[in-house]
C-alpha cells in the first residue's frame, strides 16, 4: 500500500468512526487494523524488491514492507545514497519499527588484490572507507556493514595472503569496536565471481578466528555456499559462533526461497532453532515481474517460515 492510500484509508476510516461507528466502519476498521503477519525471523528485503507496489519512493517501499510484516531491511548502496535520503530513510525505519541490515562498506576490488596483496596504499584506502561507513552507520542506526577482501594475488604464496588480510581486518576491527558496529565477511562463489581471495565458510571462520574481535564475523549467503560449498546446514553448525548474519537466495536463479534446490524450510527451521537472533538479507531477484511477482516472494516466505 502506498503512502499516500494508506493516509486516505486512515482519514476515511476516522471520518465513518465519527458519524456514530456504523457497521461498515466498523467491518472496514477490522479488515484494515488486522494484526499484521509475524515472521520468525527478521527476513530483510530491499529497495527495488516491491517497487510495483510501493512506487519507486524509497520510504513508500519501507511503508510496504512493515505492512508485510517485514521487520528488517537491508541496503547495499546506502553509503553512495545522499545524505539526506539517507537521514530520511533511518527517520521512516525508526517509525516503522524495521531494522537497518548491511550495507556495503568499501569499494570493492574485483579484479584486484587490494586486501590480499598487502600494499600500504590499499590498506590505508580500505580503512578510511571503514572510518566513512562509521558515519553511514550511525546515521542509520546500522550495526552490520559487508566487506570483501578482493582479488586473490596470484604472484603471493597464499599464506601470505591470509596473514596480510588478517592483519587489515585486526586494524579495521579497531575502528569499529568502540562503535559497536561488526563488519561481516562476505565468502563469494567461484561461478559469480571468479577468482576472489574469500570463497568459503570455513576460510572465513579461519579469518575470524584469528582477528579475534566482536567486530568481525561471517556473512554466511547461503545461495554462495550453495554453489561453493555444499553440506549447508553442517558448515552453519560448525562455524556458527562466528556468523553475524545471513543472505537469503536460492540456487539456480538468485531468487526467491522455493524456485530452486535449496530446502529454506529445514535451514531457517535451523537457524531459528538455534535462537538466532540477527537479520537474514533477502539479497536475491524475484523470479517473476510485477506484482504478482512481488506477492510470489511474500508468498514464498511465508511459506518456508510456517516451521513452527
Known amino acids: 500500500m502506498k503512502r499516500r492510500s494508506f493516509i486516505k484509508k486512515g482519514a476515511l476510516a476516522g471520518s465513518l468512526f465519527s458519524f456514530g461507528g456504523t457497521v461498515l466502519a466498523s467491518e472496514m476498521s477490522m479488515d484494515f487494523f488486522k494484526s499484521k503477519h509475524s515472521f520468525n525471523l527478521k527476513y530483510a528485503p530491499h529497495i527495488g524488491m516491491f517497487e510495483s507496489h510501493a512506487d519507486s519512493d524509497v520510504v513508500s517501499q519501507l511503508e510496504f514492507m512493515a505492512e508485510q510484516g517485514f521487520t528488517a531491511f537491508e541496503d547495499n548502496e546506502m553509503k553512495n545514497r545522499p545524505l539526506i535520503e ?9 517509525r516503522l519499527g524495521i531494522e537497518m541490515g548491511v550495507f556495503v562498506a568499501h569499494n570493492i576490488y574485483w579484479k584486484e588484490p587490494n586486501l590480499a596483496s598487502g600494499k600500504k596504499e590499499w ?4 580503512l578510511s572507507e571503514i572510518k566513512n561507513s562509521v558515519e553511514v ?17 596470484l ?10 588480510v588478517i592483519e587489515t ?16 565477511l562476505e565468502p563469494l562463489n567461484f561461478r559469480d565471481h571468479p577468482g576472489l581471495f574469500l570463497t568459503e565458510s570455513p576460510q572465513a571462520y579461519e579469518i575470524c578466528k584469528a582477528v579475534n574481535s566482536p567486530s568481525c564475523k561471517i556473512l554466511f549467503d547461503i545461495y554462495h555456499q550453495q554453489i561453493q560449498e555444499g553440506n549447508l546446514i553442517p558448515n552453519i553448525e560448525a562455524c556458527w559462533d562466528e556468523i553475524g ?16 534446490e535449496i530446502n529454506y524450510k529445514n535451514i531457517f527451521q535451523y537457524i531459528h532453532s538455534r535462537g538466532f537472533k540477527g537479520i537474514l538479507g533477502m539479497e536475491h531477484g524475484n523470479s517473476q515481474d510485477g506484482k504478482p511477482g512481488e506477492q510470489r516472494v511474500i508468498d514464498a516466505y511465508k511459506e518456508v517460515d510456517n516451521f513452527v
Request: aromatic share 6%; hydrophobic share 40%.
Open 86 to 94: 539517507q537521514k530520511r530513510m533511518a527517520s521512516a525505519m525508526e
Open 155 to 164: 604472484r603471493m604464496n597464499m599464506n601470505y595472503q591470509m596473514a596480510n
Open 137 to 153: 552507520a550511525k546515521r542509520v542506526n546500522a550495526k552490520w556493514m559487508t566487506v570483501v577482501p578482493g582479488h586473490v594475488d
Open 169 to 184: 581486518l585486526k586494524q579495521a576491527s579497531a575502528i569499529l569496536e568502540p562503535h559497536g558496529i561488526v563488519m561481516v
Open 245 to 260: 548474519y545471513f543472505q537469503i537466495g536460492d540456487n539456480p536463479g538468485r531468487n526467491e526461497p522455493t524456485t530452486g
Open 123 to 126: 590498506r590505508d584506502e580500505f
